[in-house]
């Protein structure tokens, strides 16, 4: 259980992410101008439609977990759902992307209605997924390696996504727009079904709960309420996402009304999501050097600090635009990896510290911490950019073009100071992981023991 893994398992394992990739970076960084600009809705009222449609979807993340946690098949509790689910996610992404021919209001209601479906499709198939990774090692640093790959997987994908779509939705619509988004999104579901299926075949459950467990939900649930680690974590996330989704979706209107260079929007999503997969693939030498607590410490301040600095480059030096989006990348990819794989040791930390295993819950919070801190951006673009004045495909007044430039910036950088002090109170350094582990691990051997001995009785 604490051999190395292969590197063909953890290739596959990483799959999975670009699959959901197809998916959520589009989300992050297209979503909200795709709503203004496309499909017509107002910006207050994309605002409100995330923030509404994610608190909606924040039921569906633990009773998710609880269900995957209780499923028994052959082939695992989590590597089922990576099939089960690709015909849901796959309509829902054509469906969302799809605008209706039809009065105002029907359209809103087309936009809440697949929205919505596109949230809980997602949480069907990516909260196991997730989970995933808690069972297949109990190793802590061979969790942050098979992470590392993860999102190596997720922002190589990511990179291929921002630069590509709107090249994409261009050549498929050729000339209508609406056609090109809903084509691509096509294109993309079958790719992601692709590898959603190589990460079922390519990877393996090693991890069970006891075997006498039998836990109801509310057990679960208020498990979740005594695990400080996972508190701490489930906060940090909330926080750190609104930072990455500000940045991420506020970056196409920077550039499209700031700098008034749409052409370069690609190009500055691609640099950040390369920046990002290497920073990720840097975790595990990372991680030989500093405890995964200080580490978030050092790289979250660098982060508020580089997005300070961002407000004050002018609107012509686009070569500094470029250089910081990189550095920020750098700072941030790690994040994801060390986050997830403190995920993982929380749900051993709950197990020690209950008897109890409850893996997929764990790890539906880190889903809908995403989620939710994707629509508190969300709401926060929208919101303030209606108030200052924002009217799509129009030259911007200076207080809408301001507010973009906050949004990219400042404001991202609140967060990032926020987070900071959150990290300190996370308590499951190096020393107390490996205490758990040791204590799960003769606990375990104890148990075999236990059962060979009633098998020798009853052959008796």
């Known amino acids: 259980m604490n051999s190395k893994l292969p590197l063909k398992e953890k290739v596959a394992y990483a799959c999975g992410d670009v699959a959901s990739n197809f998916y959520w970076r589009v989300f992050d960084v297209f979503l909200f101008i795709f709503y203004t600009d496309v499909f017509g809705i107002s910006a207050a009222a994309v605002g409100t439609l995330m923030l509404v449609t ?8 633990p009773l998710m977990g609880a269900l995957a946690d209780r499923t028994k098949t052959r082939f695992g509790k989590f590597r089922p759902y990576l099939l089960w689910g690709i015909l849901p996610i796959v309509a829902a992404g054509v469906l969302t992307f799809t605008v209706p021919d039809t009065s105002d209001g029907n359209k809103l209601i087309w936009a809440y209605g697949t929205y919505i479906f596109m949230m809980l499709a997602y949480t069907f198939i990516n909260v196991p997924y997730g989970a995933l990774l808690g069972v297949i090692t109990s190793n802590t640093q061979q969790r942050t390696t098979l992470t590392s790959f993860r999102f190596i997987g997720a922002f190589s994908g990511g990179s291929l996504v921002a630069y590509l779509t709107p090249e994409l939705v261009e050549y498929l619509g050729r000339g209508n727009e609406a ?35 039998k836990t109801p939900i509310w057990q679960d649930i208020k498990d979740l309420g005594q695990n400080k680690p996972w508190l701490v974590l489930f906060v940090l996330a909330l926080i750190i996402m609104i930072t990455i989704s500000l940045r991420a979706s506020s970056g196409t209107f920077y550039f499209k009304y700031y700098v008034q260079r749409p052409d370069l929007i690609g190009s500055f999503a691609m640099v950040y999501m390369i920046a990002l997969a290497i920073g990720a693939a840097s975790t595990p030498l990372l991680t030989r050097f500093f405890d995964k607590r200080k580490l978030l410490i050092i790289l979250i301040s660098i982060v508020a600090v580089l997005s300070t600095a961002f407000y004050f480059v002018p609107n012509n030096n686009i070569k500094l ?84 430039v906050l949004l990219l910036t400042i404001i991202p950088a609140v967060f990032a100071a926020l987070a900071v002090p959150l990290i300190m109170l996370y ?30 009785m009853l052959n008796e």
């Open 179 to 213: 056609l090109g988004w809903q084509l691509t999104m096509g294109l993309y579901g079958c790719i992601a079904a692709v590898l959603f299926t190589i990460t079922f075949y390519g990877t393996k459950e090693r991890i069970a709960p006891p075997p006498e467990q």
């Open 427 to 456: 308590p499951l350094d190096d020393k107390t992981l490996e205490h758990v582990q040791k204590e799960l691990a003769q606990r375990s051997a104890n148990s075999a023991d236990g059962l060979k001995g009633d098998k020798v």
């Open 54 to 61: 994610r608190l909606i979807d924040a039921f569906s993340d």
């Open 321 to 404: 635009m470029f250089v910081l989006q990189i550095m920020i990348g750098l700072a941030l990819g790690p994040k994801s990896p060390l986050v997830f794989s403190m995920y993982a040791d929380t749900a051993d930390f709950s197990q020690w510290k209950t008897g109890r295993r409850a893996t997929a819950m764990i790890f539906s919070a880190a889903t809908f911490a995403q989620k939710l801190g994707g629509a508190l951006a969300g709401a926060t673009i929208g919101w303030l950019l209606a108030s200052l004045g924002y009217i799509a495909n129009q030259a911007q007044t200076g207080a809408s073009e301001q507010g973009i």
